[in-house]
C-alpha cells in the first residue's frame, strides 16, 4: 500500500507506473484505492462509476475498470458535501461530519471489494488517500491506516521534495502515528527530485536512519507525467500550464477558452486538444474576464446549477453569450451542455435546493435534473461529418431537444446532443468526443480552423499523432514504467509484499 505525507504526492502516478512496470514483468497486477474524493470519474464495464485515477492505473494493468478498483468515492458538490458512490452506484448524498461515523459502516463493502480483487491478482497495489498523518480522523478511518490495519498491509510511505519539507514531512508521519501504526509503514520513496539526485543522498539516509524504514528510491521529476490524466483541479492547471510553455510552435494557433469553475468534473476531455498541433488551450480562473479566443469550452461540472450561478456572478456568462452572437464557436460538454440550453430545472433538489435556472440561451434544449444516473459506454459518429467517436456518459437528469432542433451526434443508434449556430455552437453528454483524431480535427475545422481541416497545415502538422488519445497515454505510461524501474528499487518494493491477513 502507497501512502503519502499529504494530498497530491504523487500517490496516483507512482501506483500507475508501477502497474505497468509489473505488467510488463509477466504479472497479474490490479489497482485499488479503499476511498477516493473526485469529481474526475470514469464509467466502469460494470455498469458503475470509480476514480479516474483507478482507471488510468485499470489501463496500465491492461484490464478494462471495475468497481471493486475504488469502492468508495466521494464526488464533492460544495464546501461541506458530497455525492457518495459505493461500489460503482450512487447511494446519498453526506455532509463531511456525518460522513466521518459512516465509514465504520462501509468498511466490511470496502474488504469485499479488496478481496474480489486478491483473487484475480498476483499483487494489488493499493493507494491510500491524502495523508497517512491524519490521526484526528484515524478512528473511523478506511483510507490509510484503517485500511493497513484490517488487512495487515505493509505501507510505503511517499513525499514530495518539489513542495519542500520533505524530510520533516517524512519522519513527523512517524511521530505523530500511533506505534501500532507506525509499524505498517516498512520504506519509503522520495518523489518529484529537480536537479542533481545526488544531493538529496545524505537526506535519504538520514531518513532511513532515523524512522528504520527502507529507502526504497528517489524519483526525478519526469515531465512526461504531464501526458496522463490530471487527477484534479490543481493537477489540472500545473498541468495545462506546462503544456503551454511546451507549445507546438508556430503561428496562427486556435485559442480554446476554458472556464474553470469550482465544481468542474472530468475534464480529461481537454487532454487531446492539449496534444493536438496549433491548438492551444486557455484556462480562465477566478477574478479574471474571458481571454479572447476562438472557441469557448465549457466542460462537465459536478453542480450545473452552481456552476451556472458562478459564470453569471463572475460575468463569464454575458461575455460567452456574446462571443456566440459573434459567430465564434461555442461548445459544452455535460454539465458544460446543460448550461447551454434555456433552462435547468432541479425539482427534487438533487444538487442541492429544489431550483430552476435560466440557461445562456445558445441550444434549444432544456434540463431536468434527477432521476437514476446514466452510466454507460457509447460509440457512434459526429451528424454533420460522419467521423467516429466513443466515450461515456455520466450524467442525472434529461435533456431534450426542440423538435426541430439538429443533434449533434448518432451515439448507439439514436441522436445525441444538439447543434446551433451554423455547426459553431454544440453540447453532447458524450465524455471522450475529442479522442479520435479525425473527429477532434473535423470539430477543430468546424469551430473555425481551416488549417485543421484534412488538408490544412495543422492537420498535417500532427500526423505522428495516434488515431486514438489513448495510444499516447499508454506510450506516457512506458515511459513513466521505464522511470521508476530506473530509479526505484522495485524488486525490494516486490519483497515487501504479503498475503492478506484480516483483522477485525
Not at 32 to 48: C, E, I, R, Y
Not at 191 to 220: E, H, S, Y
Not at 222 to 242: G, M
Amino acid at each position: 500500500m502507497l501512502q503519502g505525507t499529504g494530498s497530491s504526492v504523487g500517490k496516483s502516478t507512482l501506483v500507475a507506473g508501477l502497474a505497468r512496470a509489473l505488467t510488463r514483468r509477466g504479472l497479474r497486477v490490479l489497482p485499488f484505492k479503499p476511498q477516493n474524493m473526485s469529481n474526475n470519474a470514469a464509467v466502469t464495464l460494470d455498469g458503475g462509476e470509480i476514480g479516474r485515477a483507478q482507471a488510468l492505473q485499470a489501463r496500465a494493468c491492461g484490464v478494462a475498470p471495475m468497481a471493486d478498483m475504488n469502492p468508495v468515492l466521494l464526488k464533492p458538490q460544495g464546501e461541506t458535501g458530497a455525492q457518495l458512490v459505493v461500489r460503482g452506484q450512487r447511494v446519498d448524498t453526506v455532509e463531511a461530519r456525518t460522513y466521518q461515523t459512516r465509514k465504520e459502516r462501509l468498511m466490511p463493502q470496502v474488504l469485499e471489494s479488496f478481496k474480489n480483487l486478491v483473487s484475480r491478482a498476483d499483487i494489488v497495489l493499493v493507494e491510500g488517500a491524502g495523508s497517512a498523518s491524519e490521526v484526528n480522523l484515524r478512528r473511523h478511518d478506511i483510507a490509510n491506516m484503517g485500511f493497513a490495519h484490517a488487512t495487515q498491509a505493509p505501507v510505503v510511505l511517499v513525499g514530495d521534495i518539489d513542495r519542500g519539507g520533505v524530510i520533516a514531512s517524512l519522519v513527523g508521519t512517524q511521530v505523530v502515528l500511533s506505534a501500532e501504526d507506525a509499524e505498517k509503514i516498512k520504506g519509503f520513496v522520495v518523489n518529484r527530485m529537480r536537479g542533481d539526485p545526488t544531493l538529496f543522498a545524505d537526506g535519504m539516509q538520514f531518513v532511513a536512519q532515523k524512522t528504520g524504514w527502507q529507502a526504497l528510491g528517489l524519483v526525478p521529476h519526469l515531465p512526461d507525467v504531464h501526458d496522463l490524466p490530471a487527477e484534479d483541479a490543481a493537477d489540472l492547471l500545473s498541468t495545462l500550464r506546462v503544456r503551454h510553455k511546451r507549445g507546438h510552435g508556430g503561428t496562427p494557433r486556435l485559442r480554446i477558452v476554458v472556464p474553470i469553475l469550482p465544481m468542474i468534473a472530468n475534464f480529461d476531455d481537454l487532454d487531446p486538444l492539449c496534444v493536438e498541433p496549433g491548438v492551444e488551450v486557455v484556462p480562465a480562473l477566478e477574478g479574471e474576464t474571458l481571454p479572447e479566443g476562438d472557441v469557448i469550452l465549457l466542460p462537465g461540472s459536478k453542480a450545473t446549477l452552481a456552476d451556472l450561478a458562478c459564470l453569471r456572478r463572475r460575468g463569464w456568462a454575458g461575455q460567452i453569450v456574446e462571443h456566440a452572437q459573434s459567430g465564434r464557436a461555442v461548445m459544452g460538454i455535460c454539465g458544460g451542455y446543460q448550461m447551454l440550453g434555456h433552462s435547468v430545472a432541479d425539482p427534487s433538489g438533487t444538487e442541492g435546493t429544489a431550483s430552476t435556472a435560466q440557461g445562456l440561451g445558445l441550444l434549444p434544449v432544456h434540463t431536468v435534473l434527477g432521476g437514476q444516473k446514466k452510466l454507460e459506454y457509447g460509440t457512434g459518429f459526429l451528424a454533420q461529418e460522419g467521423q467516429p467517436v466513443a466515450g461515456y456518459e455520466m450524467h442525472m437528469g434529461q435533456t431534450d431537444r426542440a423538435w426541430d432542433a439538429t443533434p449533434f451526434l448518432q451515439l448507439n443508434g439514436y441522436a445525441e446532443g444538439c447543434v446551433a449556430g451554423n455547426g459553431r455552437i454544440w453540447g453532447t453528454y458524450l465524455h471522450g468526443i475529442f479522442t479520435h483524431r479525425a473527429a477532434r480535427l473535423a470539430l477543430l475545422a468546424r469551430a473555425g480552423g481551416e488549417a485543421f481541416a484534412p488538408d490544412g497545415v495543422w492537420a498535417r502538422a500532427g500526423e505522428g499523432l495516434p488515431d486514438n488519445h489513448d495510444s499516447t497515454v499508454d506510450a506516457a505510461l512506458d515511459r513513466l514504467a521505464d522511470h521508476l524501474e530506473q530509479y526505484m528499487d522495485v524488486d525490494s518494493l516486490l519483497a515487501l509484499a504479503r498475503p492478506p491477513v484480516y483483522v477485525d
